[in-house]
């Protein structure tokens, strides 16, 4: 059968340039308008400055600076079942590179790809492995790489640095309410508060907003995960199983600061209800074209305790300052 770029028609680049420009719509206006408000016209030239540094920032971001990020260990090809199954999933989908494989040390259920089609990476966390089977370790992997063949990752880190600015922007909200507070204690005039309501709320809004645009993205990696493995119920229950370790929108709102639930790299990957993608999971196991789905792929399953050896069993994930969870 021949890799998924000749069975599968058109390139995603058009929209996702779309949302890319969306993002950076949103973008604007989330830091623009509290810093305006706080100082005007010299807050614009600040809000612009910082505009123009995100596109580079997440444009050339190398993927290996992201794994250091997360204490990620690489996996050298051929190492493992799970080499091979990162090898047999980039030749279907065409992919003109095999994405480098790295293990972050982290019992959260959670798996991603970094970097572009032409030099990517995929990380998944030791919580999974030891959770999940080898196939639907296997459903999560094609999921990732589905990412990569569609060219979602510019987007994703698009919004993965926007989710960092503006996480910082919600503490900065937090230092300037506590300076509100002794201000006004002190009678001198408080700095606006619709200015600090807003740098406060910009990483939850972003979040939902990113909540919308990710959704057709979502299904369309699920959908081409499943022609991946030719196995989509695989992928279904390993849906299952990582949904209680999602964070919520709402959960996006709790105090101290906004946004910081969501065990991922990026918001971006708030994903659709679990139960929609399961259901077109399973609604593809009888597809109307066979030959538009690859043959199921072998798989022995193997007890999978570790493979970079960090950390005890019951290692708990922990938040970290810049948004990381470990």
């Known amino acids: 059968m021949l890799p998924l770029d000749a069975s599968l028609p058109g390139s995603q680049s058009r929209p996702n340039l779309t949302q890319a420009a969306l993002l950076l719509t949103g973008f604007v206006f989330l830091v623009s308008v509290p810093t305006v408000l706080l100082w005007g016209a010299a807050g614009a030239l600040a809000a612009a400055v910082l505009i123009a540094a995100i596109w ?24 493992s079942q799970l080499s091979s199954l990162v090898d047999v999933l980039s030749y279907r989908a065409g992919l003109p590179q095999r994405p480098n494989l790295y293990v972050v040390p982290s019992m959260t259920l959670n798996a991603f790809a970094a970097g572009s089609r032409q030099h990517s990476a995929i990380a998944v966390t030791e919580g999974l492995l030891r959770r999940l089977t080898l196939s639907e370790t296997a459903g999560v992997l094609a999921h990732e790489v589905a990412h990569i063949r569609n060219n979602d990752l510019l987007v994703m880190g698009l919004a993965d640095v926007m989710t960092r600015v503006l996480q910082l922007m919600s503490y900065v909200a937090l230092g300037l309410a506590v300076y509100n507070v002794l201000a006004l204690l002190m009678g001198e005039d408080p700095i ?9 709320l910009a990483p939850a809004l972003s979040s939902m907003f990113q909540l919308r645009l990710s959704r057709s993205r979502e299904f369309l990696a699920d959908a081409h995960a499943a022609d991946l493995t030719g196995d989509p119920g695989a992928l279904a229950s390993a849906l299952r199983r990582l949904e209680p370790y999602t964070g919520h929108f709402w959960e996006d709102l709790m105090f101290p600061v906004p946004a ?11 994903h659709p209800n679990t139960e929609d993608r399961i259901e077109r999971l399973l609604a593809r196991a009888a597809p109307a074209d066979p030959a538009a789905r690859h043959d199921p792929l072998v798989i022995i399953e193997q007890p999978m305790m570790t493979l970079v050896g960090y950390g005890p069993g019951d290692m708990r994930p922990r938040y970290r300052w810049p948004g990381l969870w470990f």
């Open 192 to 200: 606006s508060w619709w200015a600090v309501l807003c740098l406060y």
């Open 56 to 79: 580079p920032m997440a444009a050339r971001m190398p993927p290996e600076a992201v794994m250091r990020l997360y204490q990620a260990t690489h996996v050298p090809p051929d190492d």
């Open 260 to 270: 910081r639930r969501v065990p991922h790299p990026s918001l971006l990957r708030s």
